[in-house]
């Protein structure tokens, strides 16, 4: 699923006919790398939302008020660097202003990829349910 997501989003953002910088060559800021920057980041926060545990291992997440506070800043962030609202923190991680179509594929892809995660997790953990050892009980 992020994989795929990541594949499309990039294929769409070489399309623009921005060139990719060679590989023995210095870093030059283009829009392929501000995308797959920006798809990453967005992986990373489904990856811990989905993924986490909960009861009856830890405090759910809605408990856990250092996770659930750190996702909504960090995907508050990262709609924020997409949308191009924070220019200086967009400078000083070198990504380039996107063209506003790539903007609404990066937003649209992101709560997408969330979704349909979180569907699957939940699906797999109803159709696999955790055998508790008795102590847990």
Not at 55 to 72: D, H, T
Request: contains cysteine; aromatic residues 10%.
């Amino acid at each position: 699923n992020h994989t795929i997501e990541l594949e499309q989003v990039v294929n769409n953002a070489t399309e623009t006919g921005d060139e990719i910088a060679p590989k023995d060559g210095d870093f030059q800021p283009n829009i392929v790398n501000t995308v797959a920057y920006l798809v990453n980041f967005m992986i990373q926060l489904s990856t811990f939302a989905v993924n986490y545990a909960g009861e009856p291992f830890n405090v759910s997440m809605w408990q856990n008020k250092g996770l659930i506070y750190g996702l909504i800043v960090s995907a508050i962030m990262v709609a924020m660097l997409i949308l191009g609202f924070m220019e200086s923190l967009n400078t000083g991680l070198e990504l380039v202003p996107l063209p506003a179509e790539m903007k609404a594929i990066l937003l649209s892809a992101g709560f997408a990829t969330w979704v349909f995660s979180f569907g699957v997790e939940r699906c797999a953990r109803l159709a696999f349910p955790e055998k508790l050892h008795q102590n847990l009980l």
